[in-house]
């Protein structure tokens, strides 16, 4: 069983950066792929990164890529997705979710937290 609980999220204007974490609780976070979705009012859930259990492999929708950053920290069971460069078009619940593979359906991760918002205003 993991736990998983998003941090980081707030407001922020365009421009601007944000860190995300998400803290895990279970001993096979570390044996599983991470994934970060967001999610917009009236939109479906949509991928935005992923990285593998060693950190070596990652991924990212096109929407993000050259903005945000994946990381995680086994030692710490914490993962992070840094965002830079925000954009309006950014807001959405961001959620953190583990899986066994590097993929972008939500169906394919097993565990999931409870979101944590991010706006950026214009």
């Known amino acids: 069983q993991v736990q998983l609980v998003e941090s980081g999220g707030g407001l922020v204007q365009t421009g601007g950066s944000l860190r995300l974490s998400c803290a895990a609780s279970?001993?096979?976070?570390?044996?599983?792929?991470m994934g970060w979705f967001r999610q917009a009012p009236g939109k479906e859930r949509e991928f935005v990164a992923a990285i593998s259990w060693s950190g070596s492999s990652t991924y990212y929708a096109d929407s993000v890529k050259g903005r945000f950053t994946i990381s995680r920290d086994n030692a710490k069971n914490t993962g992070y997705l840094k965002m830079d460069s925000l954009k309006p078009e950014d807001t959405a619940v961001y959620y953190c979710a583990r899986g066994k593979y590097v993929v972008v359906v939500p169906r394919m991760y097993d565990y999931w937290g409870q979101g944590t918002q991010v706006t950026v205003s214009s």
């Open positions: 279970g001993r096979t976070f570390s044996t599983g792929a």
